[in-house]
């Protein structure tokens, strides 16, 4: 198992900033990718931002150039800066990790518990 614990979000203002952090525990030797996903009221829950161990990554294109993403594999954690937030950016942040789960390979996603983010005037 992995475990997830997030911190970060908050209310802000347009055009404001929020960095969001999670730290993976558990099993943390298994996970290849961690990463960002949201989803805001009424709509599915979409990737926002991912890196893979390697360094392979993955952004939402309406982030693209707002949204960095950045891992330390050493300390098992992922940090989300989102700069130049628009309302639309509201929603509930959530912490995912893909970790291997057998010898085969097979792969599973864990999930924080999400953090709220509000951008709002």
């Known amino acids: 198992q992995v475990q997830l614990a997030e911190s970060g979000g908050g209310l802000v203002q347009p055009g404001g900033s929020l960095r969001l952090s999670c730290v993976a525990s558990?099993?943390?030797?298994?996970?290849?990718?961690m990463g960002w996903f949201r989803q805001a009221p009424g709509k599915q829950r979409e990737l926002v931002a991912t890196?893979?161990?390697?360094?392979?990554?993955n952004y939402l294109d309406s982030v693209k150039g707002r949204f960095t993403i950045v891992r330390d594999n050493a300390k098992n954690t992922a940090i989300l800066q989102m700069n130049g937030l628009k309302p639309e950016d509201t929603a509930v942040y959530y912490c995912?990790?893909?970790?291997?789960?057998?010898?085969?390979?097979?792969?599973?996603?864990?999930w924080g518990q999400g953090t709220q983010v509000t951008v709002s005037s």
């Open positions: 890196r893979t161990n390697g360094g392979s990554e």
């Open positions: 995912n990790a893909v970790a291997t789960v057998n010898v085969e390979g097979a792969t599973r996603h864990f």
């Open positions: 558990g099993r943390t030797y298994a996970i290849t990718t």
